[in-house]
């Protein structure tokens, strides 16, 4: 089984992962997605769950129509481990190739859906549209 990764080497690793912050008060990481729709979202999670069954590695994850709150971490070593950040960069690839809305988490106090809630950035999509996501 892979090593909990340390406080320091946690933080290195979040540079590496874009929309993605640590859960305060306790050993998981977690991203907040918007989709253009439900369709979209699903889409998203069907192709994630096809990854994190081949890794036997599975996501804590919530949707509501075109949002999907996804918390990582490894229950067996009890922290994050590098199959955490495995995860988390394949779905952030997924949602890259949908290209899609995308909700960046920032701040726990900027947001009252703290841990999981995320403010909305501008994704241009590889056609050059591009879309606004938001609550
Ligand atoms: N997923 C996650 N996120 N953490 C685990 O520790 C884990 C898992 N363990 N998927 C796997 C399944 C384990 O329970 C099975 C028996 O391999």
Known sequence: MPERLSAEARKAVLKELPGWAEVPGREAIARTFVFKDFNEAFGFMSRAALVAEKRDHHP?????????????????????TKRDVELAKAMNAIAGQLGIWRLDRTSCEENRECPLAGRAVRRVVANGIGLFGGF
């Open 60 to 80: 804590e994850w919530r949707n509501v129509y075109k949002t999907v709150e996804v918390v990582l971490a490894t229950h067996d070593a009890g922290g994050i």
